[in-house]
């Protein structure tokens, strides 16, 4: 079946602008999470959406970053006012409710900002 | 606080040489060890899932280890197709919710 499907594949934005980056979860698949590659270092959690309930919003790094998820589907991340140093690859996994809980990712979305 | 240290960074083989990567961690609980492998510009796919110590899982010329301390993944012969970056990560019980705690990688190169 399909796998999660993230867009754009690449963005180029100038420091200041904002940025909304889109992932569309594998059907069916209850739990959503985005997570940062940064050239370098190592996958770093930012948030997790679980059916209905609030999200985990304890790894976003600062207030410019921001995520919502419709109809317990399709998530968007935003972040305000791009950084150099937000410029990494984001990307999208979603897992079942029911274990075994393995996490499958999409192909992310490499974020450069100039 | 929970961490996941994976060694080497880098390893070079030739075609057929045997060799194993290692990812030690240290969590609080450990509900689950997850093994990836990333290719450059993708995402990473999903490899393993390893829930206790001494319980090993095999796919291919690929298999996975775990004890209470690390993890090990033994590749057998590798041919050039399996060069990638592999990644480890597991789901600590500190997490309220299920999100991972990866390790840095190991970038693993095979030679013909």
């Known amino acids: 079946g399909a796998g999660v499907s993230q867009s754009p594949s690449n963005k180029v934005t100038e420091k200041g602008k904002d940025v909304e980056l889109r992932c569309d979860p594998i059907?069916?698949?209850?739990?959503l999470y985005w997570y940062r590659q940064s050239l370098g270092q190592g996958l770093e959690f930012l948030i997790y959406?679980?059916?209905?309930?609030?999200?985990?919003k304890s790894g976003l790094p600062s207030d410019r970053f921001s995520a919502e998820r419709t109809g317990g589907s399709v998530s968007t991340l935003t972040i305000q006012r791009t950084q150099q140093e937000d410029s990494a690859v984001y990307l999208c996994?979603?897992?079942?409710?029911?274990?075994?809980?393995?996490?499958?990712f999409g192909p992310g979305t490499r974020l450069t900002v100039t | 606080e929970d961490q996941v240290t994976q060694s080497p960074e880098a390893l070079r083989l030739q075609e057929g040489e045997s060799s194993s990567l290692n990812c030690s961690y240290t969590v609080s609980g450990l509900r689950g060890l997850f093994w990836y492998r990333q290719d450059p510009g993708k995402g990473p796919e999903f490899l393993f899932t390893l829930y206790s110590a001494g319980e090993e899982k095999e796919k291919e010329r690929l298999k996975a280890t775990l004890t209470k301390k690390e993890s090990f993944l033994h590749i057998t012969a590798p041919k050039p197709e399996d060069s990638a970056t592999y990644l480890c990560?597991?789901?600590?019980?500190?997490?309220?919710?299920?999100?991972?705690?990866f390790g840095g990688g190991t970038r693993l190169m095979v030679k013909p």
């Open positions: 959406f679980q059916g209905n309930s609030a999200p985990d």
């Open positions: 990560a597991v789901r600590p019980f500190s997490n309220a919710g299920n999100m991972l705690t």
């Open positions: 059907s069916g698949h209850t739990a």
């Open positions: 996994a979603s897992s079942p409710h029911r274990g075994p809980y393995e996490q499958y």
